[in-house]
């Protein structure tokens, strides 16, 4: 839904990819800052429940995070590591955010009352569970399809509407709505993940139905 916004950006953050290369950061180095940063906040903002803080650090670490194009693109473009790089630490930051979601969800639970009856907490937990792996399918599916010579960028939920999504959800609940909004806001993010591994796993069934390549039998 946000990809249409990448060029915009990419000229938005301009600027700071300039200053970052003037004093020597390479791309490598801003990849790893911000994955290690997005991991360590995560943790923290699930632990001690501060949602605002928590999503606005968060916010600034996915601007840093996506200087490494930029950078790289200022200091004569990226490497096949560097893609290879950024690809696996935004795994490990996807995975942190939702980590932070679901220990704060677990800490909601574990300090309520016997007495209370809210079982948003629980739907949120068990749907951030579910979003680990619609999040990790999504990114398999197109790593796959490209494996195989195919195309498969598609789907109504990519990375970074998966990021609003989750922060969003985060800020309001930290500004003193129930968690439920977060926890509707994970129920969102299930759903739309469901429907984006389809939408991959049809374009390129699609795609491969009309120009067939041979299979490789060392591929599992």
Known sequence: ???????????LIAPIARGLVSIGVTANVVTIVGAAGTVLVSIITGITGWLLPGAIVLTILV??????????????GGTQF???????????ADWAILAGV?????????????????????????????????SFVTSYARARAEAEGFDAKNGIATRSDRLVIILVGMALTGVGLPPA?????????AILGVVTVWQRIWHVSQSMSTSPKPADPSHE
């Open 1 to 11: 839904m946000f990809e249409h916004l990448r060029k915009p950006w990419k000229r």
């Open 181 to 189: 909004i977060l926890a509707c806001c994970m129920i969102l993010l």
């Open 82 to 92: 560097g893609a290879f790089l950024d690809s696996t630490l935004d795994r490990i």
């Open 102 to 134: 679901i220990i704060f969800f677990h800490r909601l639970i574990a300090t309520s009352s016997s007495n209370d009856i809210n079982y948003w907490p629980e739907i949120g937990m068990y749907a951030a569970l579910f979003s680990v792996m619609t």
């Open 63 to 76: 601007i840093f995070d996506s200087l490494d194009g930029s950078v790289a693109a200022l200091s004569g």
